[in-house]
Structures are given as C-alpha cells and as structure tokens.
C-alpha cells in the first residue's frame, strides 16, 4: 500500500491564527525528523512570510543537515530580490554538496547582478562534473565580461559533457573564435561530441553574416 501523503503545513494552520502561533508551529515544522516535511514547511513559510521570518532561524533553515533542505531554502530565497540573499548565495557556492553548490550557481545569475570571475575559477576543479557543466552552461546564457578564457579551460575538461557544455557556450556567444576549438573537438575521444561538433561548425561556417552569433538548436 502506498504512503500516506505527507500534510502541507498550511493544512492544520487556521487562518486565525496569530503570526506569533504561525511562527511558533513554523520553527515546530522546520526541525521536524522529515526532511520532506522541512523542504514542505520551507515552501510555505519562506515564501510567504520572509523577510519576516527572524534571521536567527533563517540561518537554521540553511544550515539543515540535510542537503535537499538547503537547496530548497536558496531556492525560495532566490524569488525575492533582496540584497541580503546575495551575500548568502554566495557563501553556499562553497557548500559541501554538489546540489546546493549548483543551486547557488543558477541563483547568481538569476539576480542578474556583475559576477566576478574569480568566482568561477574556483568551479573549473570543482570535484563535481555536473557543477563544471552547470558553469559551463550558465556562461552561455549571458554575456560575462572575461568568460571566454574561462569556458576554453572547460573546453578541455576530463568529462566530454563539460566540454559540449562549454563548446556549446563558446559557439554561441564567439562563434568566430570557436570554430578552431571545433576543429580540436572533431578529433575528441568522445565520438558523439566529434559528431556534435562537425555538425555545429558547418552551421557556424554557413550562417549569413559572419561574426555574428549562430542559431544552434541543439543544447550542449
């Protein structure tokens, strides 16, 4: 038979309830034994209650032990421009888990603010491969003053899906200065990147305007 499904907190929370009884039951649901009841109590009261929510018990939120708890705190901090959630994104770019390392990632680039690069460097050896990938895909999606050097070194990473990622990014945003780095790629040990990459230099050679960006439909 299959398990029950885990309440919502809003479920058992009266409307009449005073915001004092809403934060007392909410720091109740925010420690429970459940991470799932955690990641559940953090959609609802993060997202309806912050910046209200004490500080003190927004660093509990993102110091759970549990990795999805933490990701899902950056998420719903994400959604409000705030200039305090900045400095927290930042310093969970170093958390000990790839997931929340990459949710981090994706949050910078969210609040559109100038990234520094140095931020970046600190990924091109980072122990996961989905991070490296995960940088290589968000430096395509904007234009970041100084990516080129960094999305190259990505280009010759150990895994061939960190080096489609980041040839992708280079291909899209400098379609001129990649098409050596095609050239390089359509001899790379991995045979569906050889291919991938035959096929994005022939759109790059026969766009119609040279120097400007290529339409390339198929995702790195």
């Known amino acids: 038979m299959a398990s029950p499904?885990?309440?919502s907190p809003r479920d058992h929370i009266p409307e009449t309830l005073s915001s004092e009884a809403i934060l007392k039951q909410a720091k109740a649901d925010l420690i429970h034994p459940d991470p799932q009841v955690r990641i559940?109590?953090?959609r609802y009261y993060l997202e309806k209650s912050y910046p209200s929510i004490p500080l003190s018990l927004l660093q509990e939120i993102l110091s759970d032990r549990d990795p999805d708890v933490r990701a899902q705190s950056l998420r719903s901090l994400v959604k409000f421009r705030n200039p305090i959630v900045s400095p927290l994104l930042k310093k969970y770019l170093k958390d000990s888990d790839s997931?929340?390392?990459i949710v981090a990632l994706q949050g910078l680039f969210q609040f559109q603010e100038k990234i520094e690069l140095n931020i970046f460097?600190?990924?091109l050896s980072d122990e996961s491969?989905?991070?490296r990938r995960k940088v290589a895909t968000l430096l395509g999606w904007t234009q970041v003053e100084g990516a080129l050097p960094i999305l190259k070194e990505l280009s010759r990473d150990v895994h061939s899906m960190v080096r489609r990622a980041a040839l992708f990014s280079i291909a899209t945003l400098y379609p001129d200065?990649?098409?050596d780095l095609l050239i390089e790629a359509m001899t790379d040990p991995?045979?569906?990147l050889r291919k991938w990459a035959k096929t994005t230099l022939e759109k790059i050679l026969t766009r119609p305007f040279k120097g400007k960006t290529a339409s390339l439909t198929t995702r790195g």
Do not use: M
């Open 5 to 7: 499904p885990i309440p």
């Open 190 to 192: 991995d045979p569906e």
């Open 40 to 42: 559940l109590a953090i």
């Open 99 to 101: 997931r929340v390392r």
């Open 121 to 123: 460097l600190q990924f």
């Open 129 to 131: 491969t989905w991070v």
């Open 177 to 179: 200065e990649s098409e």
